[in-house]
């Protein structure tokens, strides 16, 4: 299968301008939603694993999902998602310890809600970091709207 790649962001919709009040002549013009995915493992991500997910620039995160194989276990079962080593910018301590998807999200925390809405002027490489090693397996995944904030 082939793969078409576009510097992006990416727009989709036909009227580009409002031009009236009725549907129609309403701009409707939006963003399209982008996703990365890897898979990672418990023991990998023991310490922090800097993925091959890069977020660009000025984008806004609309969810970071997990698709558990294999339930992670330990003392704590939980992973952390950042921005650097730290690996708490963006998810702290979500649980994965039971087989499935997960959705996680930045908690009541303003600082890592901004950080969702606008990631900054620079592309952010997403880190997870496990609370301790296991044998969990599963993907990560997150989505976005590419450069939204622009």
């Not at 890069?54 to 330990?74: D, E, K, M």
């Not at 908690?107 to 997403?126: C, K, Q």
């Not at 990560?140 to 904030?149: G, K, S």
Request: aromatic letters at 6%; glycine letters at 12%; charged letters at 5%.
């Amino acid at each position: 299968m082939g793969v078409t790649t576009f510097s992006g962001p990416i727009k989709a919709g036909d009227v580009p301008n409002t031009t009236g009040t009725t549907p129609g002549t309403i701009r409707n013009v939006g963003f399209v939603e982008m996703a990365q995915t890897q898979a990672i493992t418990q023991a990998g991500t023991a310490t922090a694993l800097a993925t091959r997910i890069v977020i660009p620039a000025y984008s806004h995160i609309l969810n970071i999902q997990f698709l558990t194989t294999v339930g992670w276990n330990g003392v704590a079962a939980t992973i952390s998602i950042g921005t650097s080593a730290t690996s708490t910018q963006l998810v702290v301590a979500q649980s994965l310890a039971t087989i499935g998807q997960a959705s996680a999200g930045p908690g009541a925390d303003a600082t890592r809600t901004a950080l969702w809405t606008n990631v900054g002027a620079s592309d952010v490489v997403i880190y997870a970091l496990s609370a301790n090693t296991g044998v969990g397996v599963g993907d990560i995944i997150v989505r976005y709207l590419q450069a939204e904030n622009v």
